[in-house]
């Protein structure tokens, strides 16, 4: 056995203890795990991402207040909300405690060094070159999109999303005065694509701008350079402004490829924006803190007048935060993706070899696993009343099996008979979440 297997062995063996301590309806042998999914991760060891990490009790959305509002069914694996569960980058929490010290909390200026570790991140990792002085700072990714909508669209302007795709989307569109224009991912031998001719449809109908997420949330799609120039070369060519949510891009599959929107060349990157944050990546997201950037300095200058952008203000916590995980995060980063790649993968054995009703293969980009449980819709009957199939099956996972998925349907009209399940918690928690699950669906 090379050193490197016996390192994989040691990190699997242990969060199949845990997952032996949470118990379950299946166990699944420690060697067949590490040969079928989990044993091929590759980790620094530098972090312990298999702790036992106990969020419960620190007024988190996750582990408290969907907990407590599934009451009183307890639901010890909450998947829905997506973010993670692991003790964050420790030179995060020392920025963190060293800035508290201070005991000062008038307006903060960013750290000399922002916007240059923004830069670096993204030209290090993805080759991508960003103009440092376009960058600007958003209360969140969300902001930045609705600053750019808000910019480039008149009220009433329809707004094209591609979906299944972010729930949050169908509430920011109107809210920026647009109107949502969906348009269907096509799903071919279980790869989606864009419906080129229907955007092409939706775009001479007057559309002026398109919500793009790379990599895709729910799907998992990290779309390949060809799409995106198929999909850009439709924007140019009717002057609707590209606007990239690339906030999960630190998540990578290895199987697959991220490729920011903007690095396609001048004519893309001109008549895009970007959005971004570390809150994905690094569980952020309470900090509220993102950053948005494009290659058009006119274009930037309007969002940050016209689109009420001015304030540009900075969250002390989130900026120190940001700053050390782009400066400090790159090794915890690469051993978070090996993470979730491991699994993704346990994931895939256990659907195929366990849970035949569940259907998922590994996907490419994010921490979300979309799972088609149209079998087990079939095997509940129909939903009652106006339920729909996401919420009959929410519930059966709450009330049988205590994991807490979402419903396909809050990710657009084909969404139904899917379901969104959180990848980002330990080895451990999964596998106990996937036995309690496989439990439930054979007692059907
Ligand atoms: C694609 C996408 N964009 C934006 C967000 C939210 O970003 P923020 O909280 O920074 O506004 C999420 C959160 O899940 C997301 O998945």
Redesign the pocket.
Known sequence: MTNKTTLDRRFFMKGAGAAALMGGAVSIPATTAAAKGMGQTHMSMAYDLNENFNRIGSGDFKWDAIRRAAQPHNVPFPMGV?DMDFRTCPHITAALQQRINHHNWGYEAAPADYKANIISWNKTRYGQDVDGSTIQN??????G?SSALRTWCKPGDKVILHTP??S??FSVIPGALCELAESDLILKDGVYDFDYDDTEKLLKEGATAIIL?NP??PTGNCWTADQLRKLGDLANQYNALMIA?E??CDFVNKHAKYIPYASLGEAYAMNSVT?K?T??SFNL?AH?T?YMFTDNKELMAKIVEVGNHHRGLLNTMGTIASNAAYKHGATYMDDMQAYIDGNSHFLENFCAENMKDVKYSVHEG?Y?AWLDCKAVAAKLGRPEGDDRMGDMLKKFFIEKAGVNINPGENYGRTGAGYMRMNLGTTHAKLHGALNAMKKAIDEI
């Not at 958003?138 to 902001?143: A, K, Q, R, T």
């Open positions: 997506a958003c209360i969140g990714v969300l902001d999109v795709n972010y949050s989307f997420c895709q949330n949510d906030i999960h959005t944050s809150s994905k997201a509220r993102g994010t979300l």
